[in-house]
């Protein structure tokens, strides 16, 4: 069984940073897939960055160049550093693992980005 915890989530100033967490437990390998998603107010669920092992990653082009994807494979977490926050950033981040084609969510940490 795959749990999935995150944390990190506040209100920040436009241009501020957030360092997102989650940690997972259960049988958990690099080779899974691990990534983050966010859901704004009345919004559709959209990806943010996904990674595997630690050498795959992609990310969603609105958060390029200031938002970075990590993950600690001993321990289990991963992590989602933000940069230069801007107030359409504001939404709902979840963690998301995919493993042997399920896939398993948190349950969110909210961020707002607001002055």
């Known amino acids: 069984q795959v749990q999935l915890v995150e944390s990190g989530g506040d209100l920040v100033q436009p241009g501020g940073s957030l360092r997102l967490s989650c940690a997972a437990s259960g049988s958990i390998f690099s080779r899974d897939v691990m990534g983050w998603y966010r859901q704004a107010p009345g919004k559709q669920r959209e990806l943010v960055a996904l990674?595997?092992?630690?050498?795959?990653?992609n990310y969603a082009d609105s958060v390029k160049g200031r938002f970075t994807i990590s993950r600690d494979n001993a321990e289990n977490t991963m992590y989602l550093q933000m940069n230069s926050l801007k107030p359409e950033d504001t939404a709902v981040y979840y963690c998301y693992l995919e493993k042997y084609g399920r896939g398993y969510w948190g349950k969110g940490t909210l961020v707002t980005v607001s002055s």
């Open positions: 990674i595997t092992g630690g050498t795959f990653i």
